[in-house]
């Protein structure tokens, strides 16, 4: 078995695992938090793939800063040459699961994100961003816009229970938190279009 097929089996199996379960037992319903923990673990397959992955960067919560994100993509640039870049391995690839993850999350708990989660998360597209900028050379002219593309829609016509249907849901909150995340999403949207001038 080659290492490549090796690294997807993990992800292969733990997404084939609640569809072979309820084809097995069509008459046992699967507890919503047997859902989340495997969308959970599903998650984690697809992050820790990440090759060029910077936890603490991520994981702050003390706000965007130019120098922070010009060192990552230093790193990035500089492992690429030995490693050679993957986009199936890229932090935009696992965006849309950690989304839906956190609006599984937050349904299950009857919530609604906090200040935290949208720091984490605003750095989280952040880095994606940076990662395709610095280490996949895209110079798409969307992918700003792309990346940070998330929040309410009115007009969201995604089949309720899947995953672009919860992650809108999770958006959905009172105008204080909606006015927040937009103001935290800008100040990371502000901090890419510098790194953008500072590195073309």
């Not at 733990?14 to 998650?43: C, D, I, K, W, Y």
């Not at 490693?83 to 890229?90: F, K, S």
């Not at 958006?171 to 949207?189: G, S």
């Amino acid at each position: 078995m080659s290492s490549e097929h090796s690294a997807y089996l993990p992800l292969q199996m733990v997404g084939s695992f609640l569809p072979m379960f309820r084809a097995l037992h069509p008459n046992h319903n699967t507890p919503v938090e047997t859902s989340f923990r495997l969308r959970l673990l599903q998650f984690a397959c697809i992050f820790l793939r990440q090759p060029h992955l910077s936890v603490a960067s991520i994981s702050s919560a003390t706000g965007p800063g130019q120098s922070e994100y010009e060192d990552h993509g230093k790193g990035l640039s500089s492992r690429s040459s030995i490693e050679g870049p993957r986009q199936d391995l890229a932090l935009q690839a696992s965006l849309p699961s950690f989304l839906a993850l956190s609006a599984v999350q937050n349904a299950l708990q009857e919530s609604t994100i906090t200040e935290l989660w949208m720091r984490l998360a605003a750095g989280y597209m952040a880095q994606a961003y940076a990662e395709q900028v610095l280490e996949y050379h895209n110079s798409r002219s969307d992918l700003l816009e792309n990346t940070f593309r998330w929040s309410f829609d009115h007009e969201c016509v995604a089949e309720e229970g899947s995953d672009e249907w919860l992650i809108n849901e999770m958006f959905d909150a009172d105008a204080n938190v909606i006015n927040l995340w937009e103001k935290i999403k800008n100040e990371h949207i502000r901090a890419m279009e510098y790194l953008l001038q500072h590195t073309s």
